[in-house]
């Protein structure tokens, strides 16, 4: 991941003709390479929880612009690191390693959104931005060093328990997030670590990459990824003040009878576990915005 005038064997000057239809060609290939799915669901995500929370409108706005700007720097870092490993492993649909866009141009959008993000995190108050900025710089540091080694869920877990600090710190009086909010973020982080790597992981061992999840291997792996999700879903429903409610129970249960079902069925299709991990993490969000009003410490 790094930035040479020839991509991998792609000339640098297919993106070099900057007519109308380069522009947006390259436009369109940046959107592609910013990992566009998880950028929008974490922008989403954070915007309904900034809502949920109480937020006002211009503190919503703000917020997701912050998240949106350090999940596009996140993406395009992340696409331009593995350039080069994304040719050896054959993967296709990604720009930089099919040449649609050069990595230089990708480090800096990246390093400009970053830049962007800091002004916006810190909108929200100091305590609310560095917060934020806390997440975006452990998800940098994922991309750039430790995806490779077996702490490579740790970035996830500080850049997802980061989420509901900012929005909690960012409310009237700045009050500090409740911890389960924090341990349940961080669990989804390490779920969507787990669900994410899964399809990677013969390429990623081809090439070097022996984090968490390539040290595991795909069979542990496809039992494991429900388990955060599951664990974060537990935390949601039983941890906060009160009684979980029927709602509660009711995404409690639903997240068990997922798990049980992906575990029973992963061995038909490899794709059962990946699907019923990504059904078991919406619960456990749909729940988190269900407790958006209490995400604060009592």
């Not at 664990?231 to 509660?248: E, I, K």
Request: charged fraction near 10%; include cysteine; glycine fraction near 14%.
């Amino acid at each position: 991941m790094s930035g040479h005038s020839r991509e991998h064997g792609h000339p640098a000057g297919r993106e070099g003709r900057r007519g109308p239809a380069g522009m947006v060609r390259v436009a369109w290939a940046l959107v592609r390479a910013c990992h566009p799915g998880p950028t929008a669901a974490v922008t989403v995500m954070v915007a309904a929880l900034a809502v949920a929370s109480g937020r006002d409108a211009a503190g919503c706005v703000l917020a997701a612009a912050a998240v949106l700007a350090g999940q596009l720097s996140i993406g395009w870092c992340n696409d331009a690191v593995d350039a080069g490993r994304d040719v050896a492993a054959g993967r296709t649909g990604k720009p930089v390693a099919e040449g649609a866009v050069g990595a230089r141009t990708v480090w800096a959008a990246a390093a400009s959104a970053a830049a962007l993000c800091v002004p916006l995190s810190l909108a929200s108050g100091p305590a609310a931005g560095t917060a934020h900025l806390i997440g975006v710089a452990a998800a940098w540091a994922y991309d750039l060093r430790m995806k490779a080694t077996a702490l490579s869920w740790l970035p996830y877990a500080v850049g997802f328990g980061s989420l509901p600090a900012f929005v909690a710190l960012g409310l009237p009086g700045h009050p500090w997030p409740a911890w389960w909010a924090v341990l349940a973020a961080a669990l989804l982080g390490c779920g969507a670590h787990l669900a994410n790597v899964l399809p990677d992981i013969p390429g990623d061992l081809a090439t070097g990459v022996r984090g968490w999840p390539q040290r595991l291997g795909e069979a542990r792996v496809r039992v494991l990824v429900p388990l955060p999700l599951l664990a974060a879903t537990a935390v949601l429903a039983l941890a906060p003040p009160g009684p979980p409610g029927a709602g509660g129970w009711a995404a409690l249960a639903a997240a068990v009878a997922l798990t049980g079902a992906g575990t029973l069925l992963g061995g038909r299709s490899p794709r059962v576990p990946f699907a019923t991990a990504i059904a078991v993490a919406a619960v456990g969000v749909v729940l988190l915005l269900a407790r958006g009003t209490e995400i604060t410490a009592a």
